[in-house]
């Protein structure tokens, strides 16, 4: 027998996952949403309550989290350490993301994602694995390790079909600069998600390699080659592009107003989405060591010991609030960045829905655009 709602919730607003909506309501049972409808049944329990419902933020670049981070600690424990620090801040689904370095952390990655997903409960906050690096460019190589920095290889591919043979979603990223057009259209056959980044490159060396295959762009502006008024570089052939691009809204890595423009400018809607590069201080302490390097949380900024950034401090939640509030983006736009586009990139769209949800994965947000808990603080608070 189908479930039916025992209770209407009407909040302010519902994101639907396409669009927020005044006055909808939602049909929940226990402790899981069901239906969402313009206006409850005639007679039905209703509770209204303040703020915008919307389903859980998707965030897919999450280096650490909670003390943990993947590169140094290769680990199921590790991933859910991760999945835990950024579910506190409204993330309810993380990409984990290893960054360049020994073949044997790459490989020891894979087997705690692999390991991960076979649990007997799978931790549903674990969306794949993001490998980013070890093939990119040495000059835009950020603060991933130089001596790591390595031209495309056949374990690169052998591991990434592993993940895809076990239905695990993967996002590569690779730069034109080490990665063929042939690598990219075999890694696109496995079903993958080629994404292009920390690239020196040309507009034209990057068109190749979306025509092999390559449907997404790593945090647009950082680690590529700007766009200049005779050589586009990344930048431009990213936002000319109708690829996917992520980007980070911090007001650090990112100045707003680049951050809005590139919005402008896509040539579709859609195709923007919203990263944290979020480190171990998430949810963690101000400290963490990388390649052996210390790293310092320092106003905000993760700094080495040269002054430079070292990944980013930011949770999903404040970038949606800034995206809203400092860059000027339509609610619908930011909650779309934060949620639709990642489900869309992962042919995903049920957690873009509040329909048929853990309360656990619905969040609220209050006028200012914060979150102020989820759907199921509010029903455990709540008299029946």
Sequence with gaps: ?????????????????TR?????????????????????????????????????????QVNGGGDALLNNDQSPEALHRMAAAHRRFGTVGILPTVITDAPEVLARAVE???????????DRSLLGLHIEGPHLSLPRRGTHAAEWIRPFEPATLAHVRRLREEGIFVKITVAPETTSPQDVARLAATGAVVSIGHSDATAADVRALLEAGATCFTHLFNAMSPMLNRAPG??????NSTAYAGII???????????GLALRARPLPGRMFLVSDAMC????????????????????????????LAGAHVTMAEGLRR?????????DTALDMAVSAPA??????????????????????????????????????QPA
């Excluded at 409850?40 to 933020?57: Q, Y």
């Excluded at 809204?249 to 951050?259: F, Q, R, S, T």
């Excluded at 106003?299 to 002054?307: K, T």
């Excluded at 995206?323 to 609610?331: K, M």
């Design 1 to 17: 027998m189908t479930a039916q709602p025992d209770l209407w919730l009407l909040p302010d607003a519902i994101y639907d996952g």
């Design 20 to 60: 927020l909506r005044p006055g909808a309501a939602l049909g929940v049972a226990g402790d899981r949403s069901l239906t969402l409808a313009d206006n409850p049944p005639p007679g039905a329990p209703v509770r209204r309550m303040a703020g915008t419902l919307t389903p859980g933020f998707l965030d897919l």
């Design 112 to 122: 705690a994602t692999l390991a991960a997903f076979a649990e007997p409960r799978p």
């Design 234 to 239: 990344v930048t431009g052939a990213c936002i």
């Design 249 to 259: 809204c911090d007001g650090i890595h990112v100045a707003d107003e680049m951050v």
């Design 281 to 308: 201080t998430v949810g963690g302490s101000d400290h963490f060591r990388l390649y052996g390097r210390d790293i310092w949380l320092k106003d905000g900024r993760l700094v080495n010991a040269e002054g430079s």
């Design 323 to 331: 995206l809203i509030t400092a860059v000027g983006a339509a609610p």
């Design 344 to 381: 869309r990139l992962m042919g995903r769209p049920e957690l873009a829905s509040p329909e048929r949800r853990a309360a656990a994965d619905l969040l609220i947000l209050d006028a200012d655009w914060q979150v102020t808990g989820t759907l199921a603080d509010h029903l455990a608070t």
